[in-house]
């Protein structure tokens, strides 16, 4: 998956748990790799942005989700690309 952040992508206290039971439910999917991309206008909050995603995506049970920050589509696609995933 590749989640592009425009702006301030910041999560409140409550939608955490939601964000946590769907980050599961991808899991649980099939999902395994997650390029997160900080676009230019996102970066100003980036580390708080990296710091809620460490917390919603630590700690899965059963299958290993991995995520990865970048600060370009192209550094994304490149990472999931070496991982054996096809861009369309």
């Not at 676009?39 to 049970?61: H, K, M, W």
Request: proline residues 2%; contains cysteine; negative net charge.
């Amino acid at each position: 998956m590749i989640a592009v952040l425009h702006g301030q992508g910041v999560y409140t206290d409550e939608s955490t748990p939601l964000l946590t039971k769907l980050h599961r439910w991808r899991v649980a999917q099939g999902l395994r790799h997650v390029a997160i991309v900080h676009s230019a206008d996102s970066l100003a909050s980036r580390s708080i942005t990296e710091f809620q995603f460490d917390s919603i995506y630590e700690g899965e049970p059963g299958n290993l989700s991995i995520s990865r920050y970048f600060e370009t589509e192209a550094e994304a696609w490149k990472w999931l690309e070496e991982l054996g995933y096809c861009k369309f």
